[in-house]
T-cell receptor
C-alpha cells in the first residue's frame, strides 16, 4: 500500500514564526503536491514538485515556499506565519498517470 | 480560467435513499476526472474516469463521465450512515510541466441519517 506521512497532525504556532511541514512518501513517486483545504473552498494547490529540486507554483503560492532535496520528501515552509494561514494542509504524491495519494493532513493554527 | 463545480454543496438523506452527486468542469487539456471520499482524514480514491459513457462501479457506488457535456455524476444507492463524508471531484489536466495537476471542486458534504 502507498503510504504518505506528514510530520504532525496538529500544530499551533505564533504569528511571525517560521513553520516547516514535512511530507514523506514511500512509493518512489515523481510528483508531490501541497494543498490547503478550507471550508467552502475545497482543496487549493500551493506548490508541487515533479522531480528532485524541481518545483512549480500552484494556485496560491504567496507566503509559502517548498523544498525537495530527496525524491521521497517534500517540505512546505511558511516563512513568517500569519493568522490567514490557519488551515488544513494536505500532502499528496502520484506517478504520472495515476491518482494522487494523500497524507493524513496537518491542521495548523496560527495565533 | 479552469474550474470544477460540484453540486449540491450539501445533502442530507436517510439510510436507504439513492443520491446523485454532480461535477461539471471547464478545463483545458483534460486528461481524466477523479472522485475522492473524505471523512475526517485524508481523501481516499474512489474512481478515475477517462472515457465517456463507460460506467465505473464499486459496490453501491458508480460513476460515469460525459466529455461532450463536460460533467460527471457519482451515484450511491442504498445509502448507509458510513457513506457520510465529503465527496470531492477533481479534474486532471496537463500544463507546462506535464505533471497532471488536479483541479478540485468545492466538495459535496453528504450526511446520511439513520
Amino acid at each position: 500500500d502507498v503510504k504518505v506521512t506528514q510530520s504532525s497532525r496538529y500544530l499551533v504556532k505564533r504569528t511571525g514564526e517560521k513553520v516547516f511541514l514535512e511530507c514523506v512518501q514511500d512509493m518512489d513517486h515523481e510528483n508531490m503536491f501541497w494543498y490547503r483545504q478550507d471550508p467552502g473552498l475545497g482543496l487549493r494547490l500551493i506548490y508541487f514538485s515533479y522531480d528532485v529540486k524541481m518545483k512549480e507554483k500552484g494556485d496560491i503560492p504567496e507566503g509559502y515556499s517548498v523544498s525537495r532535496e530527496k525524491k521521497e520528501r517534500f517540505s512546505l515552509i511558511l516563512e513568517s506565519a500569519s493568522t490567514n494561514q490557519t488551515s488544513m494542509y494536505l500532502c499528496a504524491s502520484s506517478s504520472q498517470l495515476e491518482e494522487q495519494y494523500f497524507g493524513p493532513g496537518t491542521r495548523l493554527t496560527v495565533t | 480560467e479552469d474550474k470544477v463545480v460540484q453540486s449540491p454543496l450539501s445533502l442530507v438523506v436517510h439510510e436507504g435513499d439513492t443520491v446523485t452527486l454532480n461535477c461539471s468542469y471547464e478545463v483545458t487539456n483534460f486528461r481524466s476526472l477523479l472522485w475522492y471520499k473524505q471523512e475526517k482524514k485524508a481523501p481516499t480514491f474512489l474512481f478515475m474516469l477517462t472515457s465517456s459513457g463507460i460506467e465505473k462501479k464499486s459496490g453501491r457506488l458508480s460513476s460515469i463521465l460525459d466529455k461532450k457535456e463536460l460533467f460527471s455524476i457519482l451515484n450511491i444507492t442504498a445509502t448507509q450512515t458510513g457513506d457520510s463524508a465529503v465527496y470531492l471531484c477533481a479534474v486532471r489536466h496537463y500544463g507546462s510541466s506535464n505533471t497532471g495537476k488536479l483541479i478540485f471542486g468545492q466538495g459535496t458534504t453528504l450526511q446520511v441519517k439513520p
